[in-house]
């Protein structure tokens, strides 16, 4: 019997999908095999399916895997305040856009599912937006195939960037402003819109889906892919700027500007990146 591997970050929902495929049943009548008790209906990447603790040990028998090791793929597969009472119990939720799972890399989804399925979701965090290994991403689940980001690879470049941050001991906050920024930045098209607009035009040329979802426009599709390198470059800046604020911000301004590769970083008084440099840093 084949062990169907679960994917890093992947969604229970989907993890469930993949393992009733390969008994030829639906969801439900693979929760239903094993004695649990299915409420509400959802699908991916919408809504997400939860488990108590008792319907979360009968997966992992059944998947013949550790709980444990389970639940380090899966990270919503038990919530902590979920009940140990005796019912196996499983439910639908629905989710906010920020929360819903995207896309898995075709090709990981393929070889860990043994080329029976190349569709996987997967509740993926910031340092995990590019498979670097076969150039893929998803930047938003509205979309419904991955980007292929072969023809940018400063996209894979960046994943590394962002892997070696991690180590720094603020990289999680400065993530989070950076983030901010550069989005406020695209959104406005400020300081780096010629470069941004390079790469949308890149993306788009590789991976036509992106101009036929009619969802959204690619620019917000892919905004954050666009942004990515950038994003991960001033992230690197802010967790290495010393914790106090210069004076004049002149010098940290400069050393931004030379990191995201511009002769000069003009600022008005509201951009964000002036604000955190002036009066949030203490």
């Known amino acids: 019997m084949l062990r169907v591997r679960p994917l890093p970050f992947e969604a229970t929902a989907?993890?469930?999908?993949?393992?009733?495929?390969?008994?030829q049943l639906t969801l439900s009548q693979l929760l239903d095999g094993v004695g649990i008790t299915l409420?509400?209906?959802g699908t991916l990447p919408a809504a997400e399916l939860h488990l108590n603790h008792n319907a979360a040990r009968r997966l992992a028998a059944l998947a013949r895997f550790p709980l444990p090791h389970l639940k380090r793929s899966l990270p919503h597969l038990a919530l902590p305040d979920d009940a140990h009472g005796t019912e196996a119990v499983a439910h639908w939720k629905r989710l906010e856009a920020e929360q819903q799972p995207v896309r898995a890399c075709t090709l990981c989804t393929r070889h860990r599912s043994h080329n029976a399925t190349d569709t996987a979701w997967a509740h993926r965090p910031p340092h995990r937006l590019?498979?670097?290994?076969?150039?893929?991403?998803?930047?938003?689940?509205?979309?419904?195939a991955t980007?292929?980001?072969w023809a940018v690879p400063e996209l894979a470049a960046a994943h590394h960037a962002h892997q070696r941050l991690l180590r720094h001991?603020?990289?999680?906050?400065?993530?989070?402003?950076?983030?901010?920024?550069?989005?406020?930045?695209?959104?406005?098209?400020?300081?780096?819109?010629?470069?941004?607009?390079?790469?949308?035009?890149?993306?788009?040329a590789t991976n036509p889906h992106l101009t036929t979802t009619h969802s959204a426009s690619p620019t917000l599709l892919a905004r954050d892919l666009i942004?990515?390198?950038?994003?991960?470059?001033?992230?690197?800046?802010?967790?290495?700027?010393?914790?106090?604020p210069h004076h004049n911000t002149g010098n940290a301004l400069s050393l931004i500007a030379h990191r995201l590769g511009l002769l000069r970083l003009p600022l008005n008084a509201n951009d964000p990146l002036r604000v955190f440099l002036t009066h949030t840093r203490h």
């Not at 590019?130 to 419904?144: G, K, N, S, W, Y």
């Not at 603020?170 to 098209?189: E, K, L, N, P």
């Open 130 to 144: 590019v498979c670097p290994r076969h150039h893929q991403a998803a930047p938003d689940p509205r979309l419904t």
């Open 14 to 23: 989907s993890y469930g999908q993949r393992l009733a495929n390969t008994y």
């Open 147 to 149: 980007v292929r980001t």
């Open 227 to 244: 942004t990515y390198p950038e994003t991960v470059t001033l992230a690197r800046a802010l967790a290495t700027l010393p914790n106090r």
């Open 169 to 204: 001991p603020r990289a999680a906050t400065a993530w989070t402003t950076a983030r901010a920024i550069t989005t406020r930045w695209y959104d406005h098209q400020q300081h780096l819109t010629r470069r941004w607009h390079t790469r949308l035009n890149q993306l788009c």
């Open 39 to 41: 409420h509400g209906h």
